[in-house]
């Protein structure tokens, strides 16, 4: 069972703003997501690996070879703001 | 209440790899911000990261080096935080499934457990705008050239006891690294970072006091002052009955204090969960059998061979290996034939001595191990006596040089002929007539007032063991009792 509460936690820590409604709605469906979990645990998994990726690839891996990158202006010219060479960000402190 | 320190350790080394742990971008120092930069390491939408092979085999590297395990599968998590240096909006680590687990050190004879080794980014820098620093400035900026530079994080068992020892666990550690060539191991410049967990006890109990984490130390003797003075906050407290706050305290060097860090709210909600962008990791154990073939004689290796195979101290030969270029410096001049002991004697004696007063690191002495297999063979060969090739070591240390020439050019060469050293012993003896009746009444100690004065005149180049011979001529004999 997903609380109110537990809605309003996770949005705070992913910055999302919810209305009280929309708390709710979301306390409802994600209860009903977990409740699904709920059934699938009834399966026997004894002995299965626990699969962390649906593709069954290990080690993609590349060789340590610098590749030229995008230039900095254009890798810049959507940023909001910037301060010469640096992206510019409000006031860090607190 | 008798109270006991616990501490426990995390390093973050970063990983002398030619690129970045999941991007094609330079690790190489950049000449202006923001350059070393693409659409992968600014978390733009839409890219994929793809790990480095160089990286995992510097995992295993330090793994093998540090007697870990090293997994046979392990794989990447997303850790997920908001702040500024961090363009996903999450760093990729390792969480459940670290590359390397367990291991030790060996510090002062005693096994100092690790408990894992992990494979991680690193996260860009912020730079506070305006002159008086972070709580001043009205707005922040970022540079990510650091963003997804390769990170190993090695942490070690609450298993240190003392500041002292933690000091020495860092110095061994950054040692290991170094032989293995996988880090810089640079403080100041970050290469080699370093948090400390601090908590106390009553001495006998098992279970563990509630901790402080201390960050912010940018030397070894910083980490050391600063687990000292929490120890002693720590110790202040439980005193006067009060709690210990969980808490991060930050090390200010000016003041020699820790205080609390504001905390981030919520800041230890990472919400891990394994990376989807990245494939399970898993290492063959011929793949680790080749790591292990190419790992060097390692600091503790060198340490036993030194004092079995050339029968110097355990003190001596763990100087020697303090640093790897020492240790370099060390074998290459046993390559060229200079005796092990004599060589050592110099490097741990005066050179130590001038490194420390000249404030510099080895490797940028003019020294070279010819130099040194020079000296040796010209002190053996009483050409030079042990007082010049002091002086002479200096010089070379300072300024560099050929020995012979050297020798040559400043008329060091040592004088071993009778008959100038028997001409300025006479002198002195003239000029000192009372000196002289003292010592045959009975003050046998002014031989050594002769010895210096003739020593002096002849500027410390003289042979000593002809002075000693001249003198035993010379000196009137000693009245009895």
Not at chain 1, 52 to 60: D, Q
Not at chain 2, 25 to 38: D, G, I, L, M
């Given at each position: 069972m997903i609380s109110i509460k537990d809605v309003q936690h996770v949005a705070k820590l992913a910055r999302l703003s919810l209305t009280e409604d929309e708390s709710r709605q979301y306390a409802e469906q994600l209860s009903r997501i977990i409740d699904y979990f709920d059934e699938l645990k009834?399966?026997?998994?004894?002995?299965v690996e626990p699969m962390?990726?649906?593709?069954?690839?290990?080690?993609?891996l590349r060789e340590d070879e610098v590749c030229p990158s995008l230039p900095r202006e254009v890798l810049m010219a959507n940023a909001p703001l910037r301060d010469g060479n640096f992206f510019r960000v409000p006031k860090i402190g607190e | 209440m008798a109270l006991e320190a616990v501490i426990g350790l995390e390093v973050h080394a970063q990983l002398?790899?030619?690129?970045k742990i999941f991007c094609s971008?330079?690790?190489?120092?950049?000449?202006?911000?923001?350059?070393?930069?693409?659409p992968v390491c600014l978390g733009m939408p839409g890219v994929l990261p793809v790990l480095n092979k160089k990286a995992v085999e510097f995992g295993i590297r330090t793994g093998l080096a540090l007697n870990s395990k090293i997994a046979e599968t392990c794989r990447f998590d997303r850790k997920n935080y908001f702040y500024a240096d961090l363009p996903k909006g999450y760093q990729i680590s390792q969480y459940e499934k670290p590359i390397c687990l367990g291991g030790y050190i060996e510090v002062n004879g005693r096994k100092v457990q690790i408990h894992r080794a992990h494979l991680e980014e690193d996260a860009g820098k912020l730079v506070h705008a305006g002159a008086a620093g972070l709580h001043c400035s009205d707005y922040s900026k970022v540079d990510?050239?650091?963003?997804s530079m390769p990170l190993l994080e090695i942490v070690s068992e609450p298993d240190l006891t003392s500041p002292e020892e933690a000091r020495l666990y860092l110095t061994e550690l950054r040692n290991i690294l170094r032989y293995i060539e996988?880090?810089?191991?640079?403080l100041e410049e970050g290469s080699f970072r370093c948090d400390a967990n601090v908590s106390l006890r009553p001495v006998g109990q098992k279970e563990l006091g509630t901790k402080t984490e201390i960050k912010n130390m940018n030397s070894f003797r910083a980490v050391q002052r600063a687990i000292q003075s929490e120890i002693e906050r720590q110790t202040a407290l439980i005193e006067k009955g009060e709690r210990i706050v969980q808490e991060t305290r930050l090390w200010n060097e000016a003041e020699g204090k820790t205080h609390p860090m504001r905390?981030?709210?919520?800041?230890?909600?990472?919400?891990?969960?394994?990376?989807?962008d990245l494939m399970p990791l898993t290492i063959s154990r011929q793949w680790v059998e080749e790591v292990r073939k190419s790992l060097p004689e390692l600091p503790a290796q060198r340490r036993q061979r030194y004092q079995s195979?050339?029968?110097?101290?355990s003190e001596d030969a763990a100087v020697l290996t303090e640093t790897k270029e020492l240790s370099d410096f060390f074998e290459s001049s046993l390559a060229l034939e200079a005796p092990a002991k004599a060589v050592a004697n110099w490097l741990i004696g005066p050179a130590t001595a001038y490194l420390k007063e000249s404030k510099k690191?080895?490797?940028?002495?003019?020294?070279?191990p010819q130099n040194m297999a020079d000296l040796c063979q010209a002190v053996s060969s009483g050409k030079v006596s042990s007082t010049i090739a002091k002086q002479l070591l200096l010089d070379l240390m300072a300024e560099g040089g050929d020995v012979a020439k050297l020798i040559e050019s400043k008329g060091l060469a040592q004088v071993s002929d009778e008959g100038p050293i028997k001409a300025i012993l006479q002198e002195v003896l003239d000029k000192s007539p009372s000196q002289l009746a003292d010592y045959a009444s009975?003050?046998?100690?002014?031989r050594q007032y002769f010895f210096g004065e003739a020593m002096k005149a002849l500027k410390g180049k003289a042979n000593p063991q002809v002075i000693n011979k001249l003198l035993d001529e010379m000196l009137p004999p000693v009245a009895a009792g």
């Open positions: 009834s399966v026997d998994t004894e002995g962390s990726h649906p593709i069954a690839a290990v080690n993609v | 002398k790899t030619n690129t971008c330079p690790t190489a120092f950049a000449a202006s911000e923001n350059e070393q930069v693409c990510f050239n650091r963003s996988v880090c810089d191991g640079n905390s981030k709210e919520e800041a230890h909600d990472y919400r891990y969960f394994p990376e989807p195979d050339l029968g110097l101290s690191e080895f490797c940028q002495t003019a020294l070279t009975g003050k046998v100690k002014l």
